[in-house]
């Protein structure tokens, strides 16, 4: 089978069509880079799709570690708000580092670790059963190890964590009743004028701890510190709801971006039909 090739046919007015063919091409380029970059940013955006800062941190920090108190003073009926953080955390697709102390402290997950990690340990914070109105817990693997309360050495091993990860935009979230020791007291001032000066945020979630070991950590880190008890919202008699985490505005306008975009691009590329067709 052969094609039958002919002259090419003369149009007269094609000189007038070169500008027109132009500013198509234009337009046509510069659809195609904005749906590249538009598209490229999307999943950019869906790889962290539902995360961004929970709650608990403080605005500009995007990971943090949780510096949790595990002494005698805190087990029991307050473990379910340390669940609770944990939870609105998760919730959040919050990437997060985990550090427990008593008189002393340990890391148990790095900043960024992905949320999936630090939902292991919820369930050693959740009571079995409750009885009498009171909710039971079981035994914890750490509870061997609690005894007294230096919270300078929990503030001090979440500090080396960030800079052990090189994060610049790293937070503290302590969880403690602050019932501090009171040899404890220089190392935590001390500790208090470094973070300041590092510019390592905090926020503070205290754990049923008295007005006047809340006031003595407003003057070392500030009255805004504190997480509001807005934060925890309540349902029913022993349960507690996660805190909550903002939703993906930035992914959602992307998204319709993306699909303006396409709409454009068949507005305005669409094939030229002749009139003798239509």
Same mark, same amino acid.
């Given at each position: 089978?052969?094609? $039958?090739?002919?002259?090419?046919?003369?149009? +007269? $007015?094609?000189?007038?069509?070169?500008?027109?063919?132009?500013?198509?091409?234009?337009?046509?380029? +510069?659809?195609?880079?904005?749906?590249?970059?538009?598209?490229? =940013?999307?999943?950019?955006?869906?790889?962290?799709?539902?995360?961004?800062?929970?709650?608990? #941190?403080?605005? =500009?920090?995007?990971?943090?570690?949780?510096?949790? $108190?595990?002494?005698?003073?805190?087990? +029991?009926?307050?473990?379910?708000?340390?669940?609770?953080?944990?939870? +609105? !955390?998760?919730?959040?697709?919050?990437?997060?580092g985990l550090v427990m102390f008593s008189d002393v402290a340990y890391e148990l997950l790095p900043p960024n670790t992905p949320p999936s990690a630090l939902e292991q340990f919820v369930r050693f914070f959740v009571p079995e059963k409750v009885a009498q109105g009171q909710p039971l817990f079981g035994q914890s693997p750490w509870s061997q190890f609690s005894g007294g309360t230096r919270i300078s050495t929990g503030l001090v091993a979440g500090e080396q964590a960030l800079l052990r990860a090189g994060e610049p935009h790293g937070a503290l979230v302590?969880?403690?009743? !602050?019932?501090?020791?009171?040899? $404890?007291?220089?190392?935590?001032?001390?500790?208090?004028?470094?973070?300041?000066?590092?510019?390592?945020?905090?926020?503070?979630?205290?754990?049923? &701890?008295?007005?006047?070991?809340?006031?003595?950590?407003?003057? !070392?880190?500030?009255?805004?510190?504190?997480?509001?008890?807005?934060?925890?919202?309540?349902?029913?008699?022993?349960?507690?709801?996660?805190?909550?985490? =903002?939703?993906?505005?930035?992914? #959602?306008?992307?998204?319709?971006?993306?699909?303006?975009?396409? &709409?454009?691009?068949?507005?305005?590329?669409?094939?030229?039909?002749?009139?003798?067709?239509?």
């Amino acid at each position: 089978m052969t094609l $039958d090739r002919r002259s090419p046919t003369r149009l +007269g $007015d094609l000189p007038q069509l070169a500008q027109p063919a132009w500013r198509t091409t234009f337009v046509r380029v +510069g659809l195609a880079l904005a749906l590249a970059a538009t598209l490229a =940013g999307a999943v950019l955006l869906a790889r962290s799709a539902g995360s961004g800062r929970a709650a608990v #941190l403080p605005v =500009g920090a995007k990971t943090g570690v949780i510096v949790s $108190d595990m002494s005698a003073s805190v087990a +029991g009926p307050t473990f379910e708000r340390v669940a609770t953080v944990v939870r +609105g !955390l998760v919730a959040a697709n919050q990437a997060m580092g985990l550090v427990m102390f008593s008189d002393v402290a340990y890391e148990l997950l790095p900043p960024n670790t992905p949320p999936s990690a630090l939902e292991q340990f919820v369930r050693f914070f959740v009571p079995e059963k409750v009885a009498q109105g009171q909710p039971l817990f079981g035994q914890s693997p750490w509870s061997q190890f609690s005894g007294g309360t230096r919270i300078s050495t929990g503030l001090v091993a979440g500090e080396q964590a960030l800079l052990r990860a090189g994060e610049p935009h790293g937070a503290l979230v302590l969880m403690s009743d !602050l019932n501090d020791a009171q040899d $404890d007291r220089e190392p935590l001032v001390a500790e208090a004028l470094t973070l300041k000066k590092a510019h390592v945020p905090i926020r503070i979630v205290p754990l049923n &701890a008295s007005p006047q070991n809340v006031a003595l950590f407003s003057q !070392l880190f500030g009255s805004g510190v504190f997480v509001s008890v807005h934060a925890f919202r309540h349902q029913g008699k022993h349960r507690v709801l996660p805190v909550s985490a =903002g939703s993906p505005w930035a992914l #959602l306008t992307v998204g319709l971006v993306f699909i303006g975009l396409l &709409a454009a691009n068949e507005r305005l590329n669409s094939r030229l039909v002749p009139e003798s067709a239509a």
